[in-house]
């Protein structure tokens, strides 16, 4: 298998710096390794307004923050959804990330490998994390991040994973296309090794111009 054309989602903790690290860790193991890879704080909005979203000087990103909100729940979900072939899922920490529960839930609702990694000691029951979120695996949980390239690669090996098929209304494939359109504005940023602010908040005021064209509640259309 090539698996330079596996892309796979990296999911988890993200709002201090050792989980920041933590997450960059895994996704150079797998890039490493040849894969491709969505990094959240890297790769996503949470990029560009991660470092404004937890500060004293800041109570609602200049009013922003429910469409930014909006926005990055689309640009994952379409990830998770429509682009990646799985889903790595970091469950470090005293109790695990909620979002990557939502992306890891999601993914197993399309049929997508779902990997947990976890080297940490802490968990609610008796050493092990709630039995519903575990369930959501189907393959060994790992504790060697060194290992988890070649369990992909094995998981992968001569495995299509398609694109669920997606009704063609309803929230869902709203957010899907939110996403879609997002991600098409923020590729040409991908390969830029270093952006200006005036270059991110140029392309964050394009991520509002189209937040503006699909309604985030059901009393906006």
């Given at each position: ?205 394009d991520v509002l111009a189209i937040c503006r064209s699909f309604p985030q509640h059901l009393d906006e259309n």
């Amino acid at each position: 298998m090539n698996s330079s054309k596996k892309c796979i989602y990296c999911s988890g903790p993200l709002f201090c710096p050792e989980e920041l690290a933590g997450m960059s860790a895994i996704a150079r193991v797998l890039e490493q390794a040849g894969f491709s890879v969505f990094l959240p704080q890297r790769d996503g909005l949470e990029a560009y307004i991660l470092k404004y979203i937890n500060t004293p000087l800041n109570t609602n990103l200049l009013n922003i923050r429910s469409q930014i909100d909006h926005a990055i729940f689309a640009l994952d979900i379409f990830q998770v959804v429509e682009r990646c072939q799985a889903i790595v899922v970091n469950l470090n920490g005293r109790v695990p990330d909620e979002g990557a529960i939502v992306e890891a839930s999601i993914a197993y609702s399309c049929n997508k490998p779902v990997l947990f990694y976890k080297n940490d000691c802490r968990a609610p029951f008796s050493g092990r994390d709630n039995s519903m979120l575990l369930g959501l695996s189907q393959y060994k949980l790992m504790s060697d991040i060194h290992a988890i390239p070649s369990t992909l690669n094995k998981i992968l090996k001569n495995k299509t994973i398609h694109s669920p098929e997606i009704i063609s209304s309803g929230y869902l494939s709203t957010t899907l296309k939110f996403g879609s359109k997002i991600w098409a504005l923020m590729k040409p940023f991908q390969k830029m090794s270093q952006k200006t602010s005036l270059q991110m908040d140029s392309m964050i005021k394009d991520v509002l111009a189209i937040c503006r064209s699909f309604p985030q509640h059901l009393d906006e259309n």
